[in-house]
């Protein structure tokens, strides 16, 4: 099945669809996959319409699951896909992560253009490196405090949320292996501004491993320069905490408030 498109280029989802056993077979044939459902590494069942993830205990096997625009409410029912790598999962009706604390393999996820509004149950993947929550109802620092737990994260997308607080870059240069930030439309990127003159040395300054912020990449010059200007020639490593419920707090001599 295929996504529709009206006469101005916007998505029209297809009817509601169950996702039967008969579905999935009609949809490996059509990408003339296998029809022994555990020897597809890879599994199409984007723009389907489904409302449900069921039926697909047989894929055992699966490396990639494309799940984008359905009409997907909940994670469930693919924790038996333990070898699952990827897992596309954008432009659903998401509103929690859940389901995935088995899939201990994942290392990209993508649930950008959902309705989640606070990121939780990412902990138990160790090898998650690419996470894409854009486009997400992500309003507080405590929405995203979650993230200092999740050590293995490379790649980030927060853009496009409703993220305001500029104390959110306290969790952010907490993960000390961030090295691609999408932050951009955020009310927070102004008032970032606002406090340290500007946001993106700011961010650059504050987050040692960054190598590419929104869009463009961050050159080594561009690296040292913005740590020497936020915290002087001889920048050293902050402390970066967190308070019992979960509000950001750094050192007295860096305050961000």
Known sequence: MHCQYGRHGVRSRPARVVMTKEAVLAACKEKQQYTTPRLNDNLYLQCCGFTKIENLEEYTGTKTLWLEENNISKIENISHMQQLRCLFLQSNAI????G???LTSLQTLKLSN????????LKPLRMLHTLDVSYNLLHTVEDISHLLLCDSISALHLNSNRLEDPRCVA??????KLQVLYFSDNLAVSRIAQVWGTYRKCMIGRIPALTFLDD??????EQRYS???LFGEEAEPHEVSFSPVGSPSLSPSHPLT
């Open 227 to 229: 740590a020497s200007a």
């Open 100 to 102: 995935l604390k088995m």
């Open 216 to 221: 463009r990449p961050v050159h080594k010059n």
């Open 114 to 121: 959902n309705m989640i509004s606070r990121l939780e149950n």
């Open 95 to 98: 509103m929690r992560i859940s």
């Open 171 to 176: 969790v952010l240069e907490g993960m000390r």
